[in-house]
């Protein structure tokens, strides 16, 4: 009897003892940062096969309707990061001091979107605002479909690039059958739809073939006009060597396709 009580005993402490450290895992586990690019097991799954739809209007709802929820969540990210950023701002005009964890936050968002760390305090976080913005749904679903084949291309079905995205290290991707000769690009392959809509939007925010995109957002802003897709896609002009030819035929999908854009 004395035994079993002393089982019983120890077997209590071990479970309290498990039960702590349980505890203590769970609550002192980082919490998320707001430089954590948000990535969901939903968008891991494979991509769905749009070739199949006979339907013209049943496929163009299942497409938009696949990528709508992706695109809506990297904005909603982008605007995280937006209101960040501005708050760093009103620090900076007050002269309040950026904490350590603002200074390592800050370094990251230079280097992601290319803000050069030589200039003033007051120029970085501006130039981060002109960039650090959202891209309507619209233009990001149009573009999508035109770039993808309403997403029935390899590079979309095997890789998540919806959006025609090139890399330049041998192995990033795959390579184009109908590459130019002595060009060494390939189109990039992702491993989720998250990570590849991430790219694409960051790419249209910091690189410079897209400042005329940004300088048309910036003066919505300015002026409280809403920001569209027919609007931004003005500043596309370098996104394909269509160039304007390329620029009409998204306004014209935006147009044309309104009734499945806005659901």
């Not at 702590?20 to 891991?44: M, R």
């Not at 603002?102 to 200039?119: A, G, Q, T």
């Not at 690009?185 to 939007?201: G, Q």
Request: proline share 4%; with cysteine.
């Amino acid at each position: 009897m004395h035994k079993r009580e002393t089982f019983k005993i120890v077997a209590i402490m071990i479970v309290v003892l498990a039960v702590i450290v349980i505890n203590a895992l769970i609550f002192t586990k980082k919490s998320p940062s707001i430089l954590d690019i948000p990535e969901t097991q939903e968008a891991k799954k494979p991509v769905p096969d749009f070739s199949v739809y006979t339907d013209v209007k049943q496929k163009k709802a299942a497409f938009f309707d696949y990528l709508r929820p992706e695109v809506e969540k990297q904005n909603s990210y982008i605007l995280t990061l937006r209101h960040y950023v501005q708050t760093l701002y009103r620090k900076a005009i007050t002269d309040e001091p950026l904490s350590d964890d603002d200074i390592e936050k800050l370094d990251w968002l230079e280097e992601e979107y290319r803000v050069k760390s030589s200039h003033p305090l007051n120029m970085r976080l501006l130039d981060l605002l002109d960039k650090i913005d959202i891209l309507p749904v619209e233009l990001v679903l149009v573009q999508a479909a035109n770039e993808s084949a309403w997403g029935t291309s390899r590079f979309a079905r095997k890789g998540y690039n919806f959006f025609g995205l090139w890399c330049f290290s041998k192995g990033c991707g795959f390579v184009p059958s109908r590459r130019n000769e002595g060009a060494s690009h390939e189109v990039a392959k992702f491993d989720s739809l998250s990570r590849a809509t991430y790219t694409y939007m960051r790419n249209l925010n910091r690189h410079d073939a897209y400042e005329d995109l940004r300088e048309i957002r910036s003066r919505l802003r300015a002026n409280q006009i809403p920001i569209t897709g027919v609007a931004l896609a003005e500043g596309l002009m370098n996104y394909s060597e269509r160039g304007a030819a390329y620029v009409d035929e998204l306004q014209t999908m935006i147009r044309f396709n309104e009734e499945y854009l806005t659901q």
